[in-house]
């Protein structure tokens, strides 16, 4: 299966990046929690130049807890890279990024000589969501997608931080299909970039795999049905996706699974783990039925 995906004005975005990073003292790099690794662009490494990079964690209210502990003893192995899991609408946390950056650049955060700080990351990971925070009101577009500006503006945070108040746009890199089946799930791409049905079939799979008790607590099943595609069915009957004759309506029950795991009414849930196996991932496809 081809993945349909292919954004434009990629270079052009990374060139802009590398750009600012030259005048900024540290990075902060947003991921979502739940998928960490698929949520990067992994050229950020060479674009940041041993600048001093936060890995923030985003969406931690909807990750597996476990899951990113250890997500956070992966990254604090890289040099210069600190990381830190969070909700980025929550204030109270948002704080934890403030004292980090100052930690980071312990030259700079005195009158004068604010700390330089950009917010990086693929879309819908909540960057626009954390620079609001960040800012204590409304500067960045929540849902919105934007592209770096040419001149973008900076905006003193009134604690020592000074910040670019455009986020700078990455792309996820989508060089293997659990990654991008992965980030759709997370509704990091749209579902105009692959089959909504084979992306619920898919978290299915991984979600009988990976967490069966929480579904069988949210669905109310004694036991899991015999495969992804029968527990689809089981789920579009649960939430009543159904046409006439009471046909489960397996496009809509997918649809309306993922929106349940975006939501975390299932749970708290990762989709990825510090060195997942390759063969976890061509096991998961091989149970889904999904061509590769
Ligand atoms: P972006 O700039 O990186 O593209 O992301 P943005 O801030 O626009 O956030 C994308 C979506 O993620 C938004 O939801 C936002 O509310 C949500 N979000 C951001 N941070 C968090 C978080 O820490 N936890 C949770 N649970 N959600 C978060 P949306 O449905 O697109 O918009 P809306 O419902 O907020 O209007």
Same mark, same amino acid.
């Given at each position: 299966?081809?993945?349909?995906?292919?954004?434009?004005?990629?270079?052009?975005?990374?060139?802009? $990046?590398?750009?600012?990073?030259?005048? $900024?003292?540290? /990075? /902060?790099?947003?991921?979502?929690?739940?998928?960490?690794?698929?949520?990067?662009?992994? =050229? #950020?490494?060479?674009?940041?130049?041993?600048? &001093? *990079?936060?890995?923030?964690?985003?969406?931690?209210?909807?990750?597996?807890?476990?899951?990113?502990?250890?997500?956070?003893?992966?990254?604090?192995?890289?040099?210069?890279?600190?990381?830190? &899991?969070?909700?980025?609408?929550?204030?109270?946390? !948002?704080?934890?990024?403030?004292?980090? *950056?100052?930690?980071?650049?312990?030259?700079?955060?005195?009158?004068? #000589?604010?700390?330089?700080?950009?917010?990086?990351?693929? &879309?819908?990971?909540?960057?626009?969501?954390?620079?609001?925070?960040?800012?204590?009101?409304?500067?960045?577009?929540?849902?919105?997608?934007?592209?770096?500006?040419?001149?973008?503006?900076? $905006?003193?945070?009134?604690?020592?931080?000074?910040?670019?108040?455009?986020?700078? =746009?990455?792309?996820?890199?989508?060089?293997?299909?659990?990654?991008?089946?992965?980030?759709?799930?997370?509704?990091? $791409?749209?579902?105009?970039?692959?089959?909504?049905?084979?992306?619920?079939?898919?978290?299915?799979?991984?979600?009988?795999?990976?967490?069966? @008790?929480? #579904?069988?607590?949210?669905?109310?099943?004694? %036991?899991? &049905?015999?495969?992804?595609?029968?527990?689809? @069915?089981?789920?579009?009957? *649960? =939430?009543? *996706?159904?046409?006439?004759?009471?046909?489960?309506?397996?496009?809509?029950?997918?649809?309306?699974?993922?929106?349940?795991?975006?939501?975390?009414? !299932?749970?708290?849930?990762?989709?990825?783990?510090?060195?997942?196996?390759?063969?976890? %991932?061509?096991?998961?496809?091989?149970?889904?039925?999904?061509?590769?």
């Amino acid at each position: 299966m081809t993945i349909k995906w292919y954004p434009g004005h990629m270079s052009k975005a990374h060139e802009q $990046i590398s750009e600012l990073i030259r005048k $900024i003292d540290v /990075i /902060i790099e947003v991921l979502d929690a739940r998928l960490p690794y698929s949520s990067s662009n992994h =050229l #950020l490494e060479q674009l940041r130049r041993n600048k &001093p *990079c936060i890995k923030l964690l985003n969406k931690n209210d909807l990750a597996d807890p476990m899951v990113t502990k250890s997500w956070v003893q992966h990254f604090q192995k890289g040099s210069g890279v600190r990381a830190l &899991p969070m909700s980025a609408k929550r204030m109270a946390e !948002v704080k934890n990024l403030v004292k980090l *950056c100052k930690q980071l650049a312990p030259n700079r955060g005195k009158p004068g #000589l604010p700390v330089r700080t950009m917010v990086v990351g693929i &879309p819908n990971v909540g960057k626009s969501t954390l620079i609001n925070t960040l800012a204590g009101k409304s500067i960045a577009k929540v849902g919105d997608k934007p592209a770096i500006t040419l001149r973008p503006q900076q $905006i003193s945070l009134g604690n020592g931080i000074l910040l670019f108040d455009t986020p700078g =746009l990455l792309w996820p890199v989508m060089d293997d299909q659990g990654g991008a089946y992965r980030l759709a799930t997370s509704g990091a $791409i749209g579902a105009n970039a692959l089959d909504y049905t084979n992306v619920g079939i898919f978290a299915a799979a991984y979600m009988m795999r990976r967490y069966p @008790e929480l #579904l069988k607590e949210r669905y109310k099943l004694a %036991e899991l &049905p015999e495969g992804p595609h029968e527990l689809i @069915e089981v789920i579009g009957r *649960c =939430l009543g *996706c159904l046409v006439a004759g009471g046909v489960v309506d397996v496009h809509r029950a997918a649809e309306a699974f993922l929106r349940e795991l975006r939501a975390g009414k !299932v749970g708290r849930i990762s989709f990825e783990e510090p060195l997942t196996p390759d063969d976890v %991932e061509s096991e998961l496809l091989r149970f889904s039925g999904i061509d590769s």
